[in-house]
């Protein structure tokens, strides 16, 4: 976890996994670097809203693989679900729901699946592609982390590659041109962006 500058009540807070997707962000904005997987993103966000005071909203700038053909670009999250997280089996065990998707209350209407694993065959896309078109390692815990802390939070992804064979590869061979799209973004649609 690292944090770049200080979070204030009148100001957004932008959150990415790593530096090699915050690489052009150009704002005096504070930066929240997680960490890849569901843990370090949900910790290094309740870390940083615990120590205070909470940001006027919480921006989640980051890339998503492409669970089906087609998709490209830059898109707002409007569902995110975890896909490896059995809640139905966890409820006929306990009788209490976890782990159910959540809806953002922003513009968007994409589905987002979430998950510690980072796809890279081709049945586990197939597989994931039944319920959402892309997938990430943090959207989930951040978007809990910041429901449970009262913060609205916006989920933003750009495909970096089709999940499947080879998307390691493609996702390091692609980063950077990420990284440039969702600083462009932020520019045009988050507040205060440049100062």
Not at 56 to 83: C, D, F, K, P
Not at 91 to 101: C, D, K, Q, W
Not at 161 to 172: C, F, N, S, V
Request: charge should be negative; aromatic fraction near 4%; glycine fraction near 10%.
């Amino acid at each position: 976890m690292e944090l770049l500058g200080d979070i204030a009540p009148d100001r957004p807070l932008l959150v990415l996994a790593v530096k090699e997707e915050a690489q052009f962000l150009d704002t005096d904005l504070p930066v929240l670097l997680t960490g890849m997987g569901k843990v370090n993103a949900a910790t290094a966000l309740a870390t940083a809203l615990a120590r205070g005071p909470h940001p006027s909203e919480i921006v989640n700038l980051g890339t998503a693989g492409a669970l089906r053909a087609g998709w490209t670009g830059t898109h707002v999250i409007g569902t995110v679900v975890q896909h490896d997280f059995d809640g139905r089996l966890l409820a006929t065990l306990t009788g209490e729901s976890y782990g159910a998707p959540l809806a953002l209350p922003a513009d968007g209407d994409v589905v987002l699946a979430t998950g510690d694993t980072f796809i890279s065959d081709e049945a586990a896309r197939a597989r994931l592609a039944e319920r959402a078109p892309l997938v990430d390692m943090e959207g989930y815990a951040l978007a809990h982390a910041a429901a449970l802390a009262g913060v609205p939070l916006r989920l933003v992804k750009h495909v970096s590659d089709e999940a499947g064979d080879g998307a390691d590869r493609t996702w390091r061979e692609s980063v950077a041109a990420c990284s440039r799209e969702l600083a462009a973004w932020a520019a045009a649609h988050v507040p205060a962006y440049r100062a």
